[in-house]
């Protein structure tokens, strides 16, 4: 049973960071590209990083660049999001997808003073 859960998320205050993980099972991680989205509220749910399967190559959405780093661990079946410099604008729902199939349930992460 394919299971994607993620952890990490929370309250901080602008500027700050966070570091999301995604724990993946039941498929498998290593060939399979995974990516982080995030969901605002009220407003559609939008891409925001992706890692290839084996280059480790690394795709993200012009609103986060430079700010957010996605990583994998292929021995642990993790993959990561680390956020730095987050934004009001950063705060909704992230989730994590594998294949572009498979999804997590999500981590809320709010971004105020």
């Known amino acids: 049973q394919v299971q994607l859960v993620e952890s990490g998320g929370g309250l901080v205050q602008p500027g700050g960071s966070l570091r999301l993980s995604c724990a993946a099972s039941?498929?498998?991680?290593?060939?399979?590209?995974m990516s982080w989205h995030r969901q605002a509220p009220g407003k559609a749910r939008e891409w925001v990083a992706v890692?290839?399967?084996?280059?480790?190559?690394?795709e993200y959405a012009d609103s986060v660049k430079g700010r957010f780093t996605i990583s994998r661990d292929n021995a642990k079946n993790m993959v990561y999001l680390q956020m730095n410099n987050l934004q009001p604008e950063d705060t909704g729902v992230y989730y994590c997808?594998?294949?572009?199939?498979?999804w997590g349930q999500g981590t809320q992460v709010t971004v105020s003073s």
């Open positions: 997808n594998g294949a572009g199939k498979y």
């Open positions: 890692i290839a399967r084996f280059s480790g190559n690394t």
């Open positions: 039941g498929f498998t991680f290593t060939s399979t590209a």
